[in-house]
């Protein structure tokens, strides 16, 4: 009788794609994160291995292994979430700001039809945080720092308008009038003056002062003490767009102005 060679063994079946490459040991110190992150007044470990079904030496281990790279404390035999924990929570909070006023932004941009600026005034300078544009409107050019040039763009006077008189004169003096186009305001006295005449809820507006070929209207926005100010640009030849895209921009800001209130802390 001839001898039938043996079979190759088959395979063993590969793991549901879904799971075959987790990691046990992240999952664990995962669950165990979240559930020290409920407990306000932190817990002991034996809790917390009752409350994640894990083997006490496996708790242990995994908690030693967590307050080793800061993301939990340990105080008095009680387990608290730590610096690094605070950090990834920050971040994610900071990442929804910015998402939130991309998505503001871009909304009073398609309302307009014109590309949308949100700038604040903080620390002694202009400080524009948000721009959302489209290839067909794009924004202005910084061919001359907007923080220096803050008299002769309607953000930039926006701005000043909203300060003291003291806080406007110690603004012109580490940056100071000086002509950019030919139809800039041409002395600290001009400016004073027009910032003065400024009211505030009605929209800032200067033409071809920053840019030439460009006209801009802010519109001022109180957020606690923090001035700020959302503005729109448009091409010198759609200069007759500019008023109604203005009112088009503040009627939207009543609708939305409170999402962007989050973003003020970016």
């Not at 083997?55 to 035999?77: N, Q, S, W």
């Not at 300078?125 to 803050?150: K, L, M, Q, Y």
């Amino acid at each position: 009788m001839t001898a039938v060679p043996p079979q190759p063994r088959s395979p063993a079946p590969a793991a549901p794609a879904s799971t075959a490459t987790l990691i046990g040991s992240v999952q664990r110190a995962v669950r165990l994160l979240e559930t020290v992150a409920v407990h306000d007044y932190g817990a002991p470990a034996k809790q917390l291995a009752r409350e994640t079904g894990l083997a006490l030496p496996t708790t242990y281990h995994l908690l030693r292994t967590l307050v080793h790279e800061g993301y939990l404390r340990r105080d008095k035999g009680l387990f608290f979430l730590g610096e690094a924990a605070a950090r990834l929570s920050s971040g994610g909070a900071e990442q929804k700001r910015r998402s939130t006023m991309a998505d503001t932004l871009a909304h009073w941009r398609d309302a307009t039809g014109a590309p949308v600026y949100y700038a604040v005034y903080r620390d002694g300078e202009i400080d524009v945080v948000g721009v959302s544009d489209t290839p067909g409107n794009p924004a202005v050019e910084e061919w001359a720092d907007f923080r220096e040039t803050g008299h002769a763009h309607a953000i930039g006077q926006c701005l000043l308008a909203q300060l003291d008189d003291d806080a406007r004169r110690d603004h012109l003096g580490r940056h100071p009038v000086r002509p950019v186009t030919p139809y800039t305001v041409r002395d600290d006295h001009s400016l004073l003056r027009r910032l003065e005449r400024a009211r505030r809820s009605e929209p800032v507006v200067e033409r071809q002062e920053y840019a030439l070929g460009t006209v801009c209207a802010a519109i001022p926005v109180s957020i606690g003490s923090m001035a700020a100010a959302v503005a729109i640009s448009l091409p010198a030849h759609q200069a007759d767009r500019l008023a109604p895209a203005a009112q088009r921009l503040q009627a939207e800001m009543g609708h939305l102005i409170g999402s962007l209130t989050l973003s003020i802390s970016i």
